[in-house]
C-alpha cells in the first residue's frame, strides 16, 4: 500500500498533538509557552479549559492539514501493516522486519561471488593477453620464415 509520506510539519503538528493530549490524560492543563498564569490541573468540565484543548488541537491541523492521515495512517495502514512485512510482527518493539536481515545476507553472498568471479575474469585476462601475445608473435615469425 502506498500513502504520502509524513513531511516535518506533519510530524512536528503530531508532536504538539501528542503533547496536548499527553497534558491531558495527566490531569495537567495544557499550557504553553506565553501562558499568562494557567491553571495547574485540566477540569473537563471548565468550558474554557474545554475551548483551550479544542484550539490546541485545532492549530495543530491548521499548522498541517491531513497531518493524521499521513502520521496515524502511515504508521497504522503502511508501516506496521503486517503484509507489507516492514516490522517484525513478533517483536513487542519497533524492529524490522526479519527478511530484511535474510535480503542483507542474500546481498553478501551474492557481493562475494561477484567479486570471486571479477577476480577469475581479471586472471582470465591476463593469460588472454599473454595467449594473445603469443598467437601475435608466432604468426609474425610465420610470415618471415615464409617470405
Known amino acids: 500500500m502506498k500513502m504520502a509520506k509524513a513531511s516535518e510539519k506533519d510530524i512536528d503538528a503530531a508532536g504538539d ?8 490524560s495527566s490531569g495537567y492543563y495544557p499550557a504553553r509557552d506565553g501562558d499568562e498564569d494557567p491553571p495547574f490541573h485540566f477540569d473537563p468540565d471548565d468550558t474554557e479549559h474545554l475551548r483551550r484543548f ?3 488541537m485545532n492549530a495543530t491541523l491548521d499548522a498541517a ?13 503502511v508501516i506496521l501493516f503486517d503484509k507489507n512485512e516492514i516490522v517484525d510482527p513478533a517483536a513487542d518493539t519497533l524492529e524490522i522486519h526479519p527478511r530484511f536481515d535474510a535480503l542483507q545476507a542474500q546481498r553478501d553472498e551474492m557481493l562475494a561471488a561477484l ?4 577476480r577469475v ?3 582470465a585476462t591476463v593469460e588472454f593477453d599473454a595467449a594473445r601475445a603469443a598467437i601475435a608473435k608466432a604468426e609474425a ?7
Open 54 to 56: 479544542y484550539q490546541l
Open 121 to 123: 575474469a581479471d586472471r
Open 65 to 77: 492539514p491531513g497531518w493524521p492521515g499521513r502520521v496515524i495512517g502511515g504508521m497504522c495502514y
Open 17 to 24: 498533538a501528542m503533547s496536548v493530549l499527553n497534558d491531558i
Open 141 to 147: 615469425s610465420t610470415k618471415e620464415a615464409t617470405s
Open 115 to 118: 567479486k570471486g568471479v571479477v
